[in-house]
């Protein structure tokens, strides 16, 4: 269970790290916190002078309330214009790179910073301003919190700096090339990850057959509707071992699962069906978007949704479609060149207790590239770049499956670019 409750926070995780509110709220309250030990050191202090190093605020009670007043109503109103900005930039990059890529922008930490910062330094001086008091409000004494109305102007001069940094980076996110080029790293690291160096009780020789359960195994059925995010195969080695049994996964992350579609399927002599077959669906998880935790088809389905969009009539783009193509090519051979990830999951004695279906080079290139044809089927510039890649895939492929896939898309695509380049040059010789 411990296992599965790691795969889980790191979903939990991801899903804070593309929220807008997590940072902004662990930054307000340390501010809130920080404005309590300053009044407290204020507090002390107030009888004795502080180091000129630090403060530079020398005024009295009511010079500070202005300036908490001023700090607090313009970096709110700040925030709020930031968060404009980000809402039209949101808008903006939906319609024209996809919705899918919006986790791009909403997973950026420097936008999450610097919302963080405006929030931060309103709630602080907000805080501080009531503890400003004049020598007759209230019968108490007169207080000045010097020390906190200083850090609140620090506070605020470094939000200057970070609404600067903030328009330049929210300019430089929007454009073509950095999308694509953050979209190929996330999906490059999910390569890695995956098809990285393989256990030792893990045999990949085997990789070449495909391994299937009898047909009396027993299918374990989900029990939610939603995308399969990922899969706790370590978890399901230790249930297989524990009941002695072998587990065929039968659907790959990122496929829809209804409720009662079939996830896996069991053999064994004796299996406990009441106990196992709940335990084995905690280790599926389930949600209501694909992510790229353990789908490696989801960053190149973005990649090409990238390249299909920026060839629509409505952009005409070819070159951000050339883009994409170099960045897939570059998903491509880094695939080619790791060990691909091994079908067979077994335990400590050597003995085959999990079963996955494995996405190999082929597959994607399958799911992916006669999409991209198709909508370039138009553009003899992208077609060409599309030759390119494959001319370089086929280098690197060796043999076998792949470089026959890659023969035969070479010849799909090499039949429309001469159709589209036959077709230029007879509307070129018509009057």
Known sequence: MITVFSERMNLVLGKLRASYWFIPGLMAGAAALGAFFSLK????????????????FSGGPDAARDVLSAVAGSIITVAGVTFSISMVVLSLASQQYGPRLLRNFMRDRSIHVAFGTFVATFVYSLLILPSTLSGDEAGREAFTPRLGV???????ICSVFVLIYFVHHTARSIQAS??????????LETIRSLNGPQPENNDSRNDGKVWTLDSDSIPVCSRSAGYL???????????????????????RPGSFITQDDALARVSGKKINRESLTPAICESFILGTERTMEQDLEFGFHMLVEMAVRALSPSL?????ALQ???????????????????PLHKDAQGSIRVIQPILGVSDV?????????????????VLKGLTQMLECLKADAGGGEVLDIIEE??????KSLDACQAHGSSAQASP
């Open 365 to 381: 290139l399958s799911s992916t590239i006669p999409h991209l044809h198709h909508y370039a089927r138009n553009a003899p510039m």
């Open 409 to 414: 898309l070479q010849a799909q695509i090499s």
């Open 150 to 156: 200083t850090i609140s102007i620090a506070l605020a």
């Open 229 to 251: 995010q990922a899969c706790n195969l370590n978890e399901l080695v230790t249930l297989a071992t524990e009941y002695d049994v072998m587990i065929e996964i039968i659907v």
């Open 41 to 56: 050191v204020d507090d002390v202090l107030k009888s004795s002078r502080l180091p000129e190093w630090m403060v530079f």
């Open 178 to 187: 950095h999308i694509a080029a953050t979209t190929c790293d996330e999906l």
């Open 316 to 320: 005409n783009d070819p070159y951000t």
């Open 324 to 342: 994409c193509i170099d960045y897939l090519r570059s998903a491509f051979q880094t695939m080619m060149h790791l060990p691909q990830q091994s």
